[in-house]
C-alpha cells in the first residue's frame, strides 16, 4: 500500500512558513539581547516583523488550501488516541501560527511603532498607541511564543517519533 502525501503547494507552504517561524524566532531572542537602541538592533526589529507579516500572510494561504484540498488520512496503523492528538495539535499550531504574528503586530502599535512592511507598504494601524497595553502585549506576544515553541517540539518529536520507532511513514507524506 502507497501512503497518501501532501500536495506539494501543502508540502512548500508547510516548511516555508515553518523556516520564517523559526528564523523570527530566533531573531526575536536575538534582538531583545542587544542592549540599547542600535541600528543593528532596529533593522532587526524591522526585519522580525516583516517576518511576522510574511508568516501570517503564508498562514491565510495555507489555511486556505488545506480547507479546499484537506490532508492524507492518518495510517490505519495510528491508535484513534493518536490521530485526535495529531488533529488537536495541528489545530493548536494553526492558532499558534496566526495569534504570534497578531500579538506582536498589535504590540508594536500599542507600543506606538507602526509596522511598514518591507518598509515600503504600511500596515494599517488598528488600534492607537497605549501605554497601558504595550506591557499586557508584550507578555502575551512572549508567552504565545514560548508555547509555541514546546507544541512545535511535540510536532518534530512526534514526526521522529512516527519515522523512526513506528515507521509508518507519516513524516515522508509532509517531506518534498
Given at each position: 500500500m502507497?501512503m497518501?502525501?501532501?500536495?506539494?503547494?501543502?508540502?512548500?507552504?508547510h516548511?516555508?512558513?515553518?523556516i520564517?517561524?523559526?528564523?523570527?524566532?530566533?531573531l526575536?531572542?536575538t534582538?531583545?539581547?542587544?542592549?540599547g537602541?542600535?541600528?543593528?538592533?532596529?533593522?532587526?526589529?524591522?526585519?522580525?516583523?516583516w517576518?511576522?507579516?510574511?508568516?501570517?500572510?503564508?498562514a491565510c494561504?495555507?489555511?486556505?488550501?488545506?480547507?479546499?484540498?484537506?490532508?492524507p488520512p492518518?495510517?490505519?496503523?495510528?491508535?484513534?488516541w493518536?490521530q485526535?492528538?495529531a488533529?488537536?495539535?495541528?489545530i493548536f499550531?494553526y492558532?499558534?501560527?496566526f495569534?504570534v504574528?497578531?500579538?506582536g503586530y498589535?504590540y508594536s502599535l500599542?507600543?506606538?511603532?507602526?509596522?511598514?512592511?518591507l518598509?515600503i507598504?504600511?500596515?494599517?494601524?488598528l488600534i492607537a498607541?497605549?501605554?497601558d497595553?504595550?506591557p499586557?502585549?508584550?507578555?502575551?506576544?512572549?508567552?504565545l511564543n514560548?508555547?509555541m515553541?514546546?507544541?512545535v517540539?511535540?510536532h518534530?518529536l512526534?514526526?521522529l517519533k512516527?519515522?523512526f520507532i513506528?515507521?509508518?511513514g507519516v513524516l515522508?507524506?509532509m517531506?518534498?
Amino acid at each position: 500500500m502507497t501512503m497518501q502525501r501532501y500536495s506539494i503547494p501543502a508540502i512548500v507552504l508547510h516548511w516555508l512558513v515553518a523556516i520564517l517561524i523559526v528564523a523570527a524566532f530566533t531573531l526575536g531572542l536575538t534582538m531583545v539581547d542587544i542592549p540599547g537602541l542600535t541600528p543593528t538592533k532596529l533593522k532587526y526589529f524591522s526585519w522580525h516583523k516583516w517576518l511576522g507579516v510574511t508568516v501570517f500572510a503564508l498562514a491565510c494561504l495555507r489555511l486556505l488550501w488545506r480547507k479546499t484540498n484537506g490532508a492524507p488520512p492518518y495510517p490505519a496503523s495510528m491508535q484513534p488516541w493518536q490521530q485526535t492528538a495529531a488533529h488537536g495539535l495541528h489545530i493548536f499550531l494553526y492558532v499558534l501560527i496566526f495569534a504570534v504574528p497578531l500579538s506582536g503586530y498589535f504590540y508594536s502599535l500599542a507600543a506606538g511603532v507602526p509596522v511598514t512592511y518591507l518598509g515600503i507598504w504600511p500596515m494599517p494601524v488598528l488600534i492607537a498607541p497605549n501605554p497601558d497595553l504595550k506591557p499586557i502585549l508584550k507578555l502575551v506576544h512572549y508567552t504565545l511564543n514560548m508555547i509555541m515553541l514546546g507544541a512545535v517540539s511535540l510536532h518534530v518529536l512526534a514526526a521522529l517519533k512516527h519515522h523512526f520507532i513506528d515507521r509508518d511513514g507519516v513524516l515522508k507524506r509532509m517531506l518534498p
